[in-house]
């Protein structure tokens, strides 16, 4: 067995607090397909074949732990989901074996060889295990079947049979645990209730690859499956949905996308702490053609969307799975179907795999590393990875989210905000008497003559008299009356310059960790400066950030969203609570509230749209345009205040429908 590998660093940086190799080991089969299994203690995955291999996650100094008891290759591998006991299940040609790793550990401390339960035998070609979420029940997929074993009485409980090729993966539902969902090589997937036996759901045909993985998000009550090409396949479980298609995801694509994100984050780093914007190969390599979805798995990202380091995460985000694929790990939001992070094992050129065969990832609730166990494609190695997702984050995050929070006015800003500053002092020069255009001052001066003959090309003896003066001065009179208007406040910076670095003056926000999720200046004059804050406050400071700022209240999440009316009167905002609300700036008090009952889902981006006659916003998949109406009348008995939605939403984004194949 190997010792822990240490930091590596990526050959595109410095990034070594990001993954650690703990574990390697060379197996005498060739691991390129081999099944892996990871809980929240330890790792599994057959080593020689036919030996069943244990590593302890939480200390990688333990001995591990191997089980024989099989004679041919074990193709299947799966962990309970209860503490105590804590049960692995294997399978092979051979046998079913259920092992309780308490006993296992008591019998080698003994110096006793460990023994199993056999569950099974002679079912056939098992290429997934499923336990039950109180581990009473065991899903055994044998060939295209799936087996319903009793763990107590040992005995079939159910034989659910239907697939056209061999069941690749099934998993139970959270919420409703007689139901068993499995997909197949026959490319579909079906939807079974175990206690009865019988089918309750079969799709169409998905996709010319077969299915391989499967994940079922209790959060966001979504079905998750991915194939051998790269497409991630997400549908709803709902009830009243009909397992309807939500999206369809391409992970190359994706990937591609959120490359071009990260080299233009990064290429906008002062050069100084640049790092190569490319994630480009060396000379020889090749790009893969495609990533097969190896493996699902949570993700909780719960530990890190409060942590300072970390910018641009929400309660929506920490929603994810882990996707793993041959080339690397993802992290998926099933909120917005984006991705939050890539890893890519060939960046870590340290790693003793960079293509996998396999893979499986676990991440606890509420902890900053995830567990990855791989096997190579190309070779004999199996290696135990612990990865610092904050890291992970941060590191393609760059400085994306400081640019968010350096937020311009749409106008000049006052003589006293910190924004207007200029190279070198300017003697003002003060404005030109207006003028009297010549035309006026002839007609004043001399007295109307009419006269009784007319040439065509105007009157025929003087005076003439010019009706009409083009401007030709009309630059030079412009620049004046620019410099007149704004003064020193409109002097451009000069783009040679280098960026301010000397602090003009800062403000404390709140007392105790509430960060400022977003900023404003006010859109008519500049002179006012809205702070969303995490702990549920909105702050109204002068833009030369003096004075005592102007607090309002009232919602019960962190403000994601600030946006001013163009006469600066108003100011919308948007929470985590799932409420938009709007504010008067001048009675410094709520002029409109919009509850949870409206939006689907929590608002992320909410503005004034088309000169404030519109509240354009964001709502999980969705645009929407909502009309509004606030009546101004000075009584306060009387007034009324109301925010309607139009009679249709202009915009809507749905996802497409599913292709389906013959």
Not at 189 to 208: E, Q, R
């Amino acid at each position: 067995m190997g010792e822990p590998r240490g930091i590596f660093c990526s050959a595109q940086g410095c990034v070594g607090d990001v993954i650690i190799e703990q574990r390697l080991v060379e197996s005498k089969e060739p691991a390129s397909h081999v099944p892996l299994a990871c809980s929240a203690q330890y790792c599994a995955f057959p080593v020689d074949g036919n030996v069943l291999c244990l590593w302890n996650t939480k200390d990688p100094s333990y001995q591990p732990l191997t089980l024989q008891g099989h004679h041919e290759p074990i193709t299947a591998v799966a962990f309970g989901n209860t503490v105590s006991p804590l049960l692995i299940c294997s399978a092979s040609q051979d046998y079913v074996i259920m092992w309780s790793l308490d006993e296992c550990r008591q019998k080698v401390l003994q110096g006793l060889s460990p023994r199993g339960v056999i569950m099974g035998t002679l079912l056939g070609q098992v290429l997934c295990l499923r336990l039950s979420p109180d581990d009473r029940t065991v899903a055994v997929c044998a060939g295209n079947k799936i087996l319903m074993l009793d763990i107590e009485s040992r005995s079939i409980l159910a034989e659910l049979e239907g697939h056209q090729g061999h069941v690749t993966a099934a998993e139970f539902c959270p919420w409703q645990t007689h139901i068993i969902i499995s997909v197949s090589e026959d490319r579909s997937f079906k939807v079974w209730d175990h206690h009865v036996g019988s089918l309750i759901y079969n799709s169409p045909v998905l996709t010319a690859f077969p299915l391989l993985s499967l994940l079922i998000d209790a959060k966001s009550r979504q079905l998750v499956t991915g194939c051998a090409n790269g497409q991630l396949w997400i549908f709803s479980l709902v009830e009243g949905h009909h397992y309807r298609c939500v999206t369809r995801v391409s992970l190359k694509k994706k990937s591609e996308s959120f490359s071009r994100r990260v080299e233009s984050r990064l290429c906008s780093l002062p050069e100084e702490s640049q790092r190569p914007c490319t994630h480009g190969l060396e000379k020889g390599e090749e790009v893969e053609a495609s990533l097969p979805i190896l493996g699902l798995a949570p993700c909780d990202l719960s530990a890190i969307v409060s942590a300072p380091c970390v910018w641009g995460l929400s309660s929506e985000t920490t929603s994810c799975l882990w996707i793993g694929s041959s080339a690397g790990l993802f992290i998926f939001n099933l909120a917005n179907f984006e991705l939050e992070a890539v890893l890519h094992y060939r960046d870590f050129r340290s790693l003793s795999i960079h293509v996998a065969g396999s893979c499986a990832v676990m991440s606890k609730a509420n902890d900053d590393k995830a567990i990855c166990l791989l096997t190579s494609l190309f070779g004999r190695k199996i290696v135990m990875l612990e990865i610092r997702v904050a890291a992970l984050v941060r590191s393609q995050q760059g400085h994306d989210a400081g640019r968010h929070l350096s937020v311009l006015p749409r106008t000049c800003v006052g003589p006293t905000s910190p924004l207007c500053f200029t190279t070198a002092k300017e003697s003002k020069t003060p404005p030109a008497p207006q003028r009297q255009s010549a035309g006026r001052s002839t007609v004043k001066d001399q007295p109307l003559v009419f006269h009784t003959k007319v040439r065509s090309s105007g009157y025929a003896s003087a005076p003439h008299i010019t009706m009409f003066s083009p401007k030709a001065n009309t630059r030079k009179r412009g620049d004046h009356s620019s410099r007149r208007r704004d003064g020193p406040r409109c002097k451009e910076y000069p783009l040679e310059s280098s960026p301010p670095t000397k602090l003009y003056k800062q403000r404390v926000l709140a007392h105790g960790p509430a960060a400022a999720h977003c900023v404003q200046y006010s859109a008519g004059d500049g002179q006012w400066l809205a702070c969303g804050l995490a702990n549920h406050l909105l702050l109204v400071f002068r833009a030369d950030l003096s004075g005592t700022p102007t607090v309002f209240s009232g919602h019960d999440g962190a403000v994601s969203t600030v946006c001013w009316s163009h006469d600066s009167r108003w100011l919308l905002s948007a929470s985590q609570d799932g409420t938009l609300r709007l504010w008067s700036l001048r009675r410094a008090e709520l002029a409109l509230c919009v509850g949870k009952d409206v939006f689907s889902k929590p608002v992320r981006s909410a503005q004034f749209y088309y000169v404030d006659t519109f509240v354009l916003l964001s709502s999980g998949p969705e645009l929407q345009l909502l009309k509004y109406h606030i009546d101004t009348c000075k009584d306060e008995i009387q007034r009324d205040h109301h925010l309607r939605p139009s009679s249709t939403r202009l915009i809507t984004f749905s996802p497409p429908p599913p292709v389906v194949m013959a």
